[in-house]
């Protein structure tokens, strides 16, 4: 099992979480993004960059995990690629997205993006806050426990 990173949205604090879990465990994390990644000097951390533009990252991440591995991303559609490729998908507020809920955050994402087109003022996510951050790690923590 490998853990990938949606590392372009994903914040620093969460990433942080991520390489100390990786060294400890010895598995291998990936990051992916669009842009240079800082990764810490270990065996387990890697970071592949991917070129501009809309869901490369995305794909890429699709394309080359396997399954049974965890991908960490706050973007629903990846995250419902991922569930049907046979991986998980865990976002960085500690939820973990499954084959039962996965459609009602499809349909809720895309009737927010249909608002947003129409104008409507929808706000963004809140600030990642220290319930998040420990909601993450404990859920990380109990996964990797598992598997």
Request: hydrophobic share 40%.
């Amino acid at each position: 099992m490998q853990i990938w990173v949606d590392a372009d949205a994903c914040p620093n604090v969460i990433k942080e979480i991520l390489f100390r879990a990786a060294e400890r465990l010895q598995i291998h994390l990936i990051m992916v993004a669009n842009t240079t990644l800082r990764t810490p000097p270990s065996p387990y951390v890697s970071s592949i960059r991917v070129g501009a533009g809309f869901d490369v990252a995305d794909n890429a991440i699709v394309k080359e995990m396997a399954s049974g591995d965890l991908v960490i991303t706050a973007d629903i559609p990846l995250a419902s690629e991922v569930i049907g490729k046979g991986g998980h998908a865990l976002n960085p507020r500690g939820e973990f997205y499954s084959k039962e809920n996965i459609e009602e955050r499809l349909t809720m994402r895309n009737f927010m993006d249909e608002l947003r087109g129409s104008g409507v003022n929808t706000g963004g996510p809140a600030t990642l806050n220290q319930k998040d951050k420990q909601a993450f790690a404990n859920q990380l923590d109990r996964f990797l426990a598992r598997h």
